[in-house]
């Protein structure tokens, strides 16, 4: 082989790296966001969830219904 195939060959494998480290990045950066927004969703709604049965937890027994008198025939 030729010394200047060499250095094209290690030319276009040091380009296509890069490129290829470049896109992937980009289409990562997308994907991290969109993981990003959905865990901020679920920390929200756990919250939500929490109150809810906190609420539900503390919530007072109702008062006893006042007994009724015998009824006379």
Do not use: C
């Amino acid at each position: 082989m030729d010394i200047s195939t060499l250095g094209w060959l290690y030319l276009g494998l040091v380009i296509g790296f890069l490129l290829g480290a470049f896109v992937s990045g980009l289409l990562g950066s997308s994907k991290m966001g969109d993981l990003e927004a959905d865990n901020a969703h679920l920390k929200f709604v756990r919250e939500a969830l929490k109150e809810e049965i906190f609420r539900l937890e503390n919530q007072s027994k109702p008062k006893p219904r006042k007994r009724r008198g015998k009824v006379k025939k």
